[in-house]
């Protein structure tokens, strides 16, 4: 049963976390309704998720068991069978669909194309360098509209530049990994000749300033200003650009940068960033 909820890789589940973003930046935490209704998108979301990853799991299973980590998954290590793998996929990814159709159509909607660009990408999208990191991007928007298409929030261009932008820059941190493999000997993916050290680093940083610059931009915006009720909510950029600046001493220095999920789950001053600058995102919006 153990290996069985690894193919789940509910760890994962911290990125669908981003559904939860429209409700934070529209500072729209009163109505209980909404507050439901997102917290169900996200578990109808994460449970089609872990269908996808199944799907991806069975399709490259002779690629991670070239790999010195993904080897030991539980369908790469042979200790669950393709059948119940396959079994596991069409029960989950059919329970989720099922469910929000009936609880929301727009969500149905979302899902179903996250769910379309998934299958494409495993099968042919993700070999194709640069598209492979413009689908993950693409990926962590869709979260940002199921988490908008159950309640009455709008997205802003803001929230949405920042979320692709952001996801850019983790998808690049995580090619710069599959890279260092490949100078290892290692060839784990087939697109990894499009990719170099010279090209992920130069591009990283360049992500990293945009995506500072976009987050000063969204808050000192006359939009948010007069929407959010301050003039002060630069001032969480801190955080931000701390946040950066670690994940970038993970992924240069460490060379740490393989899965984002687990590099939040395990560094502690990544995590404590993270929550300063939400405590500060909010104080400033409530006492200012």
Not at 56 to 71: G, Q, S, V
Not at 172 to 190: C, F, M, N
Request: hydrophobic share 55%; aromatic share 14%; charged share 15%.
């Amino acid at each position: 049963m153990g290996e069985i909820i690894k193919l789940f890789r509910i760890h994962q589940y911290i990125k669908n976390l981003f559904i939860f973003l429209p409700l934070l930046f529209s500072f729209s935490f009163g109505n209980s309704q909404d507050n439901l209704s997102v917290l169900v998108a996200f578990l109808l979301f994460s449970l089609l998720a872990s269908s996808v990853y199944i799907f991806n799991d069975l399709f490259d299973i002779n690629e991670d068991r070239a790999h010195p980590t993904k080897k030991n998954r539980p369908l790469a290590s042979g200790s669950v069978s393709k059948s119940t793998a396959i079994t596991l996929m069409l029960l989950l990814s059919l329970t989720s669909l099922g469910i929000t159709l009936f609880f929301n159509t727009e969500l149905f909607t979302v899902l179903f194309l996250y769910f379309i660009l998934n299958i494409a990408y495993t099968l042919k999208l993700k070999h194709i360098a640069i598209l492979d990191i413009f689908i993950i991007a693409t990926g962590f928007v869709m979260r940002l509209f199921a988490g908008s298409s159950v309640t009455d929030i709008t997205l802003s261009m803001w929230i949405i530049l920042m979320t692709f932008l952001l996801a850019l820059f983790l998808a690049l941190a995580k090619r710069r990994d599959d890279v260092l493999l490949s100078l290892e000997g290692q060839e784990t993916r087939k697109n990894i000749d499009g990719y170099n050290l010279e090209f992920v680093n130069a591009s990283m940083v360049l992500m990293a300033g945009v995506v500072i610059v976009s987050y000063i931009m969204y808050t000192i915006s006359p939009e948010v200003e007069i929407r959010l009720g301050t003039e002060y909510l630069y001032l969480s950029s801190f955080f931000v650009i701390l946040g950066i600046f670690r994940y970038m001493q993970i992924t240069f220095v460490e060379e740490d940068s393989g899965s984002p999920t687990k590099v939040l789950i395990r560094d502690k001053f990544l995590r404590l960033t993270i929550l300063f600058w939400f405590f500060s995102f909010v104080t400033i919006i409530k006492f200012t």
